[in-house]
């Protein structure tokens, strides 16, 4: 895995772009980068810009957490971490999936955390790798930072890139799925929800220590550095 430590991202907002953000009713969104090859991605984290409290941080913390959903996947589903099978997890280890729960596998020499469906089901798993991640308002929990559809006795192998994008959107929610398509300079056709509003995104490298991000109410996107 390629983060190993904590992550800080500061987001600035001026009061201007608060009040912009929320009279669209519209969340910073944000969502862990993801190879070309992957077809779907999922929410992080999401939260409408308190005006009381700016600016806002979002802290990944290096804990994560294998997660199964014994359903095929489904665009614009929003996964609820705790609705589903669940296991502590460490890089370098595979993790079984029973079809009830998790047992622990065998090791991997790439250092990342691979998932492997042995359940009975032929329906493919919704399994997912969660993070802990603090948002500007609420408490630390495990959120999805990746998903993947895995057919039995197959196993997925999850790597997020140690980067992340950055947008406001509408109807979005921490573990929303989304088509990975969306997020790609690609000509490909996406069927979105009625009322479903999302900017242009910016992608940044996480640092070492914290990473600064600011929102440009002129043009309504999200830039690095400070205001």
């Not at 622990?104 to 492997?116: A, C």
């Not at 989304?178 to 009322?195: D, I, W, Y």
């Amino acid at each position: 895995m390629t983060v190993q430590e904590k992550r800080t991202l500061i987001v600035q907002i001026s009061d201007e772009g608060i009040e912009t953000i929320l009279g669209q009713n519209q969340k910073v969104t944000i969502v862990r980068s993801f190879p070309d090859s992957a077809e779907y991605c999922v929410v992080c984290a999401s939260f409408a810009p308190d005006p009381a409290f700016p600016p806002y941080s979002v802290i990944f913390y290096p804990n994560w957490k294998v997660l199964a959903f014994p359903k095929s996947i489904d665009a614009f589903e929003t996964l609820d971490s705790e609705a589903g099978a669940g296991a502590d997890a460490v890089t370098g280890n595979n993790y079984v999936f029973t079809g009830t729960g998790f047992v622990s596998g065998t090791k991997n020499d790439i250092g990342v955390i691979g998932i492997e469906n042995q359940s009975k089901s032929s329906t493919s798993l919704t399994a997912a790798l969660g993070q802990e991640i603090s948002i500007p308002g609420g408490d630390i929990k495990t959120n999805p930072v990746a998903v993947a559809a895995i057919i039995s006795n197959n196993t997925f192998y999850f790597d997020p890139p140690d980067k992340i994008i950055v947008f406001t959107s509408t109807q979005m929610e921490d573990g929303t799925i989304l088509p990975a398509s969306l997020l790609q300079e690609k000509e490909t056709l996406v069927r979105l929800p009625a009322g479903l509003m999302i900017s242009r995104y910016l992608e940044i490298q996480l640092s070492n220590d914290c990473t600064t991000i600011h929102y440009d109410n002129k043009s309504h996107l999200f830039f690095t550095g400070e205001l």
